[in-house]
């Protein structure tokens, strides 16, 4: 059972920076596909990025793209999400993810398992 815990969450004003950090049990970050989800007070989890098994390839909400960075550390089995240009819309809960397939993916049902949650906030 693979066990994944986020870090890295917080208070940032609009405009900037947080990178949330996904720490893995095991030796597994680079044999899993990764994602994140965020779900905002009210709504349902939605995709927010995900990265293949291989690295090579990644998907993005349309909203995040160009502000967000997903990426993977092997060597320190960790996922993690470089947020940038952060906005109102931005706040939520944010989850890892980790999927035993090899490809990345948006629906939520395809990963293996999940972490517990970080907090986002951003003020506006």
């Known amino acids: 059972q693979v066990q994944l815990v986020e870090s890295g969450g917080g208070l940032v004003q609009a405009g900037g920076s947080l990178r949330l950090s996904c720490a893995a049990s095991?030796?597994?970050?680079?044999?899993?596909?990764v994602g994140w989800f965020r779900q905002a007070a009210g709504k349902e989890r939605e995709f927010v990025a995900a990265?293949?098994?291989?690295?090579?390839?990644?998907e993005y909400l349309d909203s995040v793209k160009g502000r967000f960075t997903i990426s993977r550390d092997n060597a320190k089995n960790t996922i993690y999400l470089q947020m940038n240009s952060l906005n109102s819309d931005d706040t939520a809960v944010y989850y890892c993810?980790?999927?035993?397939?090899?490809?990345?993916?948006?629906?939520?049902?395809?990963?293996?398992?999940w972490g517990q949650g970080t907090q986002v906030t951003v003020s506006s």
């Open positions: 993810a980790a999927r035993r397939g090899p490809a990345d993916s948006r629906r939520s049902h395809d990963y293996d398992y």
């Open positions: 095991e030796r597994t970050v680079g044999t899993y596909a």
């Open positions: 990265l293949s098994r291989s690295g090579l390839s990644t």
